[in-house]
């Protein structure tokens, strides 16, 4: 079973920038995939950006060039790099495991005031 633990979020104003971070716990192997989601009031979770264990990284369209999603392998850690945040960022935010299955976090809630 995979544990995965996030911070970072909060309340920023826009065009300013917040960092995500999750580490899965308890976890000897190398996950395959990790990423984030998240979920604004009324709508769908969305794919913002995931990573896989040989570093290819894919994008929503409406991050490119402002969000970076890293990790550090033998941590099973990643982080989500945000800039130039804007009103619509606004959503909890979840860190996502593929790993002989599919892991979630418990959500962290990133607020941007414009």
């Known amino acids: 079973q995979v544990q995965l633990v996030e911070s970072g979020g909060g309340l920023v104003q826009s065009g300013g920038s917040l960092t995500l971070s999750c580490e899965a716990s308890?976890?000897?192997?190398?996950?395959?995939?990790m990423g984030w989601y998240r979920q604004a009031p009324g709508k769908q979770r969305e794919m913002v950006a995931v990573?896989?264990?040989?570093?290819?990284?894919t994008y929503a369209d409406s991050v490119k060039g402002r969000f970076t999603i890293s990790r550090n392998g033998a941590k099973n850690t990643v982080l989500l790099q945000m800039n130039s945040l804007k009103t619509d960022d606004t959503a909890v935010y979840y860190c996502?495991?593929?790993?002989?299955?599919?892991?979630w976090g418990q959500g962290t809630q990133v607020t941007v005031s414009s």
């Open positions: 996502n495991a593929v790993h002989g299955g599919i892991f």
């Open positions: 308890a976890v000897m192997f190398r996950i395959n995939t």
């Open positions: 990573i896989s264990s040989g570093g290819t990284t």
